[in-house]
T-cell receptor, first 113, second 111 residues
């Protein structure tokens, strides 16, 4: 158990819909990272937050947005969903801002039908 | 951001030592080298991190030559449960750098 909690574990929704994925970081961790992993693909970095503020942005679509709340949990919002958005979405957390040891959650498997 | 190059796949027999090399020619002075392991449908797991020379923990060893343009993850006496994808990452700590994963090396361990 990494200490990072992601909910829900599975999500099935229709094209055009909007969903919210939730991540609770490890206790004490200030950084949260979001990744997308499509079937048999690598991990695509989406966005990073540190202590409530956006710190780095990767290949995140404009239809996607994220935020980190004062209690440090984070949410990833995906809207106008397309079939190609079906993937595993991982959240990770770390103490600092940099590329140090990070702990990953078990992921949310999103299926768009 | 330093780009990394790893072999796409490797095969090994159980009980052998496995060495996975990662090239990172444009590594910056303040960059650390970090390796992660990922099983199917699970989040990556931190294995080891180093800056130079050699680092060893209970799971693996990391060898980094003086020029730091490459690194080698060494897994002693692998078992079937070590079958996974291994990622090499290069980035600075204490900065707003992102954890960028490459394609990784798919290690298949067989009897």
């Amino acid at each position: 158990d990494s200490g990072v909690t992601q909910t829900p574990k599975h999500l099935i929704t229709a094209t055009g819909q909007r969903v919210t994925l939730r991540c609770s970081p490890r206790s004490g961790d200030l950084s949260v990272y979001w990744y997308q992993q499509s079937l048999d693909q690598g991990l695509q970095f989406l966005i990073q937050y540190y202590n409530g503020e956006e710190r780095a942005k990767g290949n995140i679509l404009e239809r996607f947005s994220a935020q980190q709340f004062p209690d440090l949990h984070s949410e990833l919002n995906l809207s106008s969903l397309e079939l190609g958005d079906s993937a595993l979405y991982f959240c990770a957390s770390s103490i600092g801002q940099g590329a140090s040891e990070a702990f990953f959650g078990q992921g949310t498997r999103l299926t768009v039908v | 951001l330093a780009k990394t190059t790893q072999p796409i796949s490797m095969d090994s027999y159980e009980g052998q030592e496995v060495n996975i090399t990662c090239s990172h020619n444009n590594i910056a002075t303040n960059d650390y080298i970090t390796w992660y392991q990922q099983f199917p449908s699970q989040g990556p797991r931190f294995i080891i991190q180093g800056y130079k020379t050699k680092v060893t923990n209970e799971v693996a060893s990391l060898f980094i030559p003086a020029d730091r343009k490459s690194s080698t993850l060494s897994l002693p006496r692998v078992s079937l449960s070590d079958t996974a994808v291994y990622y090499c990452l290069v980035g600075g700590t204490g900065t707003a750098s992102k954890l960028t994963f490459g394609t990784g090396t798919r290690l298949q361990v067989t009897l």
